[in-house]
């Protein structure tokens, strides 16, 4: 996988990546998403990682990078991460959104919800 690549998932179908710092990123059915950024250093678990979902489903579990490099965007929101296990769904008629632990949520740069 390369930055800036773009994944499709076919109906019925799913896929799951993890990364160097054992992030794991479950993509559902028939959605798409691109991988902006990812760097990581193992001795110190500094880097970066970004990701846009602009349709379906996935699921988050953070690794070893450090929370504070981690951001997701999707059609709505801007995602930060702080040691989280999450997923996210979206469709053009519904949202769904279930944390299992913490995330911080932002549909505007300066409105940002911490929900625990």
Request: charged residues 25%; positive net charge; aromatic residues 10%.
């Amino acid at each position: 996988m390369t930055a800036n690549e773009r994944i499709e998932t076919v109906d019925g179908g799913g896929l799951h990546l993890r990364f160097l710092d054992n992030t794991d990123f479950h993509l559902g059915s028939q959605s798409i998403v691109v991988l902006d950024e990812f760097v990581y250093d193992p001795d110190t678990s500094a880097g970066k990682m970004a990701i846009r979902l602009s349709k379906g489903t996935f699921r988050f579990v953070s690794g070893k990078l450090i929370k504070s490099g981690v951001a997701i965007r999707t059609p709505t929101a801007l995602i930060g991460i702080r040691g989280t296990d999450f997923w996210w769904s979206w469709k053009r008629t519904a949202r769904q959104a279930s944390w299992s632990k913490r995330a911080r949520l932002s549909s505007h740069p300066t409105s940002v919800a911490a929900i625990r």
